[in-house]
């Protein structure tokens, strides 16, 4: 065959099986689209373990009718000037609504602030159709339906519907954490239902992973070098089984970074036995320019430009908290 240039559909299939890949992918996408939008106040609700519905909605900026086409078409992004090491959002390379376009429906209605009406466009079946108007006071909804329907071979490697739906909600409770003055509010088809009020990082800890967890924490709070790293690290008796219990941030971004996590296990080397794991929340501020984040188009890698500095940061400030309050204790000890 001779070389030729790849139809869009095509391309957008390609790029839709890097970014979507289960149900909890494309609520991930769709949050952070809300967050980067300055909501306060997300609502998440589900059918099928988001295989039949994912429905977003928020009370961001909005998107002005004349940009909803741009917005659901490839690489077109409102987020990036130009030079990418500067980015501060957690969205930014116009991938996602045109991916999970081109393998489910999806309607996108908007209502820009100080629009006079909302507008809305839908992607699906191979067509693209709108803007026309459409009934909405403020915000964004995203609506997506039948995920996969068109691409048998990926909707038969999704797990039945209850691992989806817990899925879906481990992604909502993880970047949850990262956002304390936001509400969310998570419903399923089961008519559960959790929200997380708005509050500060210590009460959103406790609604997300617990007050037992903040009875057992100690506090982080470091610098080095213009890098901060702030959160919560259990003590070691408070360990568990496995590391599913960690969570890690990079600038608002939730990462599994192995780096990271081997810095964690580093700060405890002395104080737990090997087959345990800490239970942490940790929030790490760096100069976007020290990080890249475009390592893998999940964003769940990052690439630090001096992870020496970065290690050094984790394992001390763990290890200092942890000192200290040995030092508490042995003081309470000898009263
Ligand atoms: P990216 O987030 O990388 O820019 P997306 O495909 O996720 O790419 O979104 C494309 C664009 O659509 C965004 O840059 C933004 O301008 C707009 N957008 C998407 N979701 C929302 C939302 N919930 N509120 C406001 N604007 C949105
Ligand atoms: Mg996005």
Redesign the pocket.
């Known amino acids: 065959m001779p070389i030729r240039q790849l139809p869009d559909d095509v391309i957008d299939q390609i790029a839709a099986g890097e970014v979507v890949e289960r149900p909890a992918s494309v609520v991930k996408?769709l949050v952070?689209?809300?967050l980067?939008?300055g909501a306060r106040r997300i609502a998440i609700a589900t059918a099928g373990g988001g295989k039949t519905l994912i429905r977003i909605s928020?009370d961001?900026?909005?998107?002005p009718p004349d940009e909803l086409l741009l917005?659901v078409r490839r690489h077109?992004?409102?987020?990036l000037g130009g030079d990418i090491s500067l980015v501060e959002t957690l969205?930014?390379?116009?991938?996602?609504?045109?991916s999970i376009g081109s393998v489910a429906r999806l309607t996108l209605r908007?209502r820009a602030e100080g629009a006079a009406e909302a507008a809305e466009v839908f992607v699906g079946n191979g067509r693209c159709e709108g803007p026309r108007p459409a009934p909405l006071s403020r915000g964004?909804v995203?609506e997506v339906r039948d995920l996969f329907h068109s691409v048998p071979a990926r909707l038969k490697f999704l797990k039945g519907e209850r691992a989806e739906a817990s899925a879906i909600t481990e992604v909502v409770r993880r970047i949850a954490l990262a956002f304390p003055p936001v509400r969310f509010e998570l419903s399923g088809s089961d008519r559960s239902e959790t929200v997380f009020e708005p509050g500060d990082l210590p009460a959103r800890l406790a609604a997300v992973l617990g007050s037992e967890f903040m009875a057992n924490a100690l506090e982080v709070d470091a610098e080095r070098e213009g890098v901060v790293l702030r959160g919560y690290a259990g003590i070691p008796t408070y360990a568990r089984g496995n590391a599913l219990h960690q969570y890690v941030f990079v600038n608002g971004r939730p990462v599994r970074d192995k780096m990271l996590l081997s810095a964690l296990r580093g700060a405890y080397a002395d104080v737990m036995a090997r087959d345990r794991h800490p239970v942490a929340a940790l929030f790490l501020t760096i100069d976007p320019v020290e990080v890249d984040v475009n390592v893998h188009p999940a964003k769940a890698d990052v690439r630090f430009r001096d992870p020496g500095l970065v290690r050094g940061l984790v394992i001390g400030a763990i290890r200092q908290a942890l000192g200290e309050s040995g030092l508490r204790g042995s003081t309470r000890g000898a009263a």
């Not at 961001?60 to 998107?63: A, E, L, M, S």
């Not at 077109?76 to 987020?79: D, G, I, P, V």
Request: charged share 25%; proline share 4%.
């Open positions: 996408e952070e689209n809300a980067d939008a928020d961001g900026c909005g998107i917005a077109c992004t409102s987020k969205g930014f390379r116009g991938e996602a609504l045109p908007s964004t995203v």
